[in-house]
């Protein structure tokens, strides 16, 4: 079946400092791809998406490039802030499903130290 | 996209006693999805609920625990009942939108926070 790996955290790192979350997946055709950010206290917001192989996604100085070949859809920003501090959740969904059904990583808890 | 409020945004609540948590969107939508997150997880899909019929709940979730109204296409409720500790979680609304490009995107509400003592 469909399933989405993320790394664990919690992910530390000084503000400026370049931000990979690494995200991969397992899924039969072509899924569409996201990642969503939940900031302390709130619900999930869209970030970033891509449907297609070599989609890069984009938003807020971050990126996603859709990885057909190796199957990921890695997070990255050059130079993060302490705003940035959230939960971070990358999910896949079918585009052929048309009930909105969502496979979602275990979510990486980033950390931003000014 | 549209815009789910949610209330409350947070509850302490006693151990057996139930809970219903409102979701109102700015706009008409087909479906909507109650999710939880328990502490430090992921989520949880709950249930389904289209306007005019029956919630359809995932495995592990029943009607009799987590009873689901939806008397139009832009509200919906949900019953923690007889509440035990575990489950305290934030709960999640969340509607669909087909994007323009196909992909099938939620949008969320900020959430209500339960604790059960």
């Known amino acids: 079946g469909n399933s989405v790996t993320q790394m664990e955290g919690p992910v530390t790192l000084s503000e400026e400092a370049f931000l990979t979350i690494n995200c991969t997946y397992t899924a039969t055709g072509y899924p569409s791809l996201f990642w969503y950010v939940q900031y302390p206290g709130e619900g999930l917001q869209l970030l970033l998406k891509?449907?297609?192989a070599d989609d890069k996604g984009s938003n807020k100085g971050f990126e996603a490039t859709y990885r057909k070949e190796t199957t990921s859809f890695h997070l990255e920003k050059g130079s993060v802030q302490v705003s940035d501090s959230a939960v971070y959740f990358c999910?896949?969904?079918?585009?052929?499903?048309?009930?909105?059904?969502?496979?979602w990583g275990a979510g990486t808890k980033l950390i931003i130290k000014p | 996209s549209a815009v789910i409020s949610q209330k409350p945004s947070r509850d302490i609540c006693q151990r057996g006693t139930s809970l219903t948590i409102q979701c109102q969107v700015d706009?008409?939508?087909?479906?909507m999805f109650w999710y939880r997150q328990q502490p430090g997880q992921s989520l949880t899909l709950i249930a389904t609920a289209n306007q005019g019929s029956e919630a359809t709940y995932e495995s592990g979730f029943v009607i009799d625990k987590f009873p689901i109204s939806r008397p139009n296409l832009t509200f919906s409720t949900l019953t923690v009942s007889n509440m035990s500790p575990e489950d305290s979680s934030i709960y999640l609304c969340?509607?669909?939108?087909?994007?323009?490009?196909?992909?099938?995107?939620?949008?969320f509400g900020a959430g209500s926070r339960l604790t059960v003592l």
């Open positions: 999910a896949l969904s079918d585009p052929m499903d048309s009930n909105y059904q969502l496979i």
């Open positions: 891509a449907t297609k």
């Open positions: 706009s008409q939508v087909t479906m």
């Open positions: 969340s509607v669909g939108a087909s994007g323009v490009s196909g992909a099938n995107v939620l949008t």
